[in-house]
């Protein structure tokens, strides 16, 4: 199956500052987490992909077809902005409605479509109340109604998450998680990194306009040979766990929790260490309660590919 979106060698700048340096990429289908900084090129990504910014250099593609000012294609694509721009005596409704007939849709279509919309992302309740009587977090609702209502097959949520409360944080990412499901694109842009760990483990890392990686979290983790893997184990005799570890030569250093209660362990060869833990398990010659990786995780990939 041929990529949902590809950069060839994209470059975009501005008088002298770079946004975007010469990037190169395939993305497919499914939830994709486009991570980085602020200022690391994210909202210059979601606009060259969605016909508001042209390259300066290079060139892409969004389903097979290029993508700058066509307008066939940009029916296909949805974009949720981090920016807010709304007409503020429009109710939430009208705002959804008037967006989908924008796209094309007929006024019965476009009615039922911005109704779907609306009540999977919680607003029908306020649906009918003017936009400037709502929350941030509703705002940011009914922003996310219209990127979806005409049905995209291709989507960017530029920063969705901002002005949630912690229940609506978690609606929407059930949504996201849908919306994946049904077979769209899904490219979800963020800033902070365990909101993308709650979407997907597939992510695209940018800083100062280059990827860093692309890939299963997991996966680009392991290629970072340099830094050892912590692994933190939970049990009632960690010093007696440690024990069966300390003399193996990719074992970097161990230290205990103060509660007495866990121990980490650093290795150069992650697969060497699980497999000598799950044959001490299996002979019953530890008793581990729980194993975790702290740095198996977005924010340490980050802070490492960053150094």
Request: proline content about 4%.
């Amino acid at each position: 199956m041929s990529a949902a979106i590809t950069f060839n060698d994209v470059s975009r700048w501005y008088g002298e500052v770079v946004a975007l340096n010469k990037v190169n990429l395939e993305i497919g289908s499914g939830i994709t987490g486009l991570l980085g900084p602020n200022g690391a090129g994210k909202s210059t990504f979601m606009g060259l992909c969605t016909s508001q910014i042209r390259p300066s250099q290079g060139s892409l593609r969004i389903l097979g077809e290029p993508v700058w000012c066509n307008y066939p294609l940009l029916r296909r694509v949805g974009l949720c902005p981090d920016r807010e721009n709304y007409y503020e005596d429009m109710t939430g409704y009208e705002f959804v409605y008037w967006l989908t007939r924008c796209v094309g849709f007929r006024a019965t279509a476009a009615k039922t479509a911005a109704l779907e919309s609306i009540e999977r992302v919680g607003m029908t309740d306020r649906m009918h109340d003017r936009i400037a009587t709502y929350s941030r977090g509703m705002r940011q609702r009914v922003k996310l109604a219209q990127s979806f209502a005409h049905n995209p097959d291709v989507l960017f949520l530029d920063e969705p998450m901002t002005g949630l409360d912690p229940l609506g944080r978690h609606a929407i990412f059930d949504l996201i998680r849908a919306l994946g499901r049904e077979g769209k694109t899904v490219i979800v842009s963020s800033h902070i990194l365990y909101e993308i760990e709650r979407v997907t483990s597939n992510i695209v890392l940018l800083h100062r306009g280059r990827v860093l990686a692309h890939g299963d979290v997991h996966q680009v983790r392991a290629l970072i040979d340099a830094h050892p893997h912590s692994v933190s184990m939970m049990c009632k005799r960690p010093r007696q766990v440690a024990a069966k570890f300390v003399d193996e030569n990719h074992i970097v250093s161990v230290q205990f929790d103060e509660s007495g209660t866990g121990v980490t362990i650093k290795t150069r060869d992650p697969n060497a260490f699980y497999d000598r833990l799950t044959a001490l398990l299996a002979e019953g010659a530890v008793d581990v309660e729980s194993v975790h990786s702290p740095d198996d995780n977005l924010q340490a990939v980050f802070e490492y590919l960053v150094k």
